[in-house]
């Protein structure tokens, strides 16, 4: 069957410190991947996209890297700070066919 | 620019009860997205629209849920009659038209039937 994981567990991390979010699925064929942020009573907004061409993308502190061999997308926020701290969504599109989010993972960054 | 409305934003409706959810998108937005999220996980997709016209909703239980878009702008999502686990936040989004687009979400409404 078709899964997308993301750490069920919170992230607990120092500000300062870079955070490190995985994303991994299995039985998709993504044609992209897209990451969103989602704070506790809004709707997600989109962060970054993807292509399955594409090894990594930037977006002043934000990576995203995809490995289609491993059937794994990172999410890096660097110098993380109290603001950044949410749930992070990451979604994968095969060609034709609709979004798909994982579970999401919830980062708190402390002071 | 305006984002995507949504409203109500809050609606707490009994067993078997219907109710209507109302979505504005961004203007100039050709695709419409309803998702259902429930509490712990990510959204689902219930129904896609390009204009007026459906793309999927291979996902919407067609026997009590129901929406429309007329005039290729606002959506009305309806349930009829509602189940205790259709408790969950809807969500409206819309996109440039083209599969790649990111789509920006309304803030949601949270339904609680009871």
């Known amino acids: 069957s078709q899964k997308i994981e993301q750490n069920s567990e919170a992230l607990n991390i120092q500000e300062g410190k870079t955070a490190t979010l995985t994303c991994n699925y299995t039985?998709?064929?993504?044609?992209?991947l897209q990451w969103y942020r989602q704070d506790p009573g809004r709707g997600p907004v989109f962060l970054l996209l993807i292509r399955e061409n594409e090894k990594e993308k930037r977006k002043e502190r934000l990576k995203v890297t995809f490995d289609t061999t491993l059937k794994q997308s990172l999410f890096h926020i660097t110098a993380s700070q109290p603001a950044d701290s949410a749930t992070y969504l990451c979604a994968i599109m095969e060609y034709g066919n609709k979004l798909v989010f994982g579970a999401g993972t919830i980062l708190r960054v402390k002071s | 620019e305006a984002g995507v409305a949504q409203s109500p934003r809050y609606k707490i409706i009994e067993k078997r009860q219907s109710v209507a959810f109302w979505c504005n998108p961004i203007?100039?937005?050709?695709?419409l997205y309803w998702y259902q999220q429930i509490l712990g996980q990510g959204p689902k997709l219930l129904i896609q629209?390009?204009?007026?016209?459906?793309?999927?909703d291979s996902q919407l239980p067609k026997d009590r849920f129901s929406a429309e878009r007329l005039k290729g702008v606002d959506s009305t999502l309806k349930i009829q009659p509602a189940k205790l686990e259709d408790s969950a936040v809807y969500l409206c989004?819309?996109?440039?038209?083209?599969?790649?687009?990111?789509?920006?979400f309304g803030p949601g409404t949270r339904l609680t039937v009871t």
């Open positions: 203007s100039g937005h050709a695709t």
């Open positions: 629209f390009q204009n007026n016209g459906v793309v999927d």
């Open positions: 989004a819309s996109s440039l038209a083209g599969t790649t687009r990111e789509q920006y």
């Open positions: 039985n998709y064929s993504p044609a992209y």
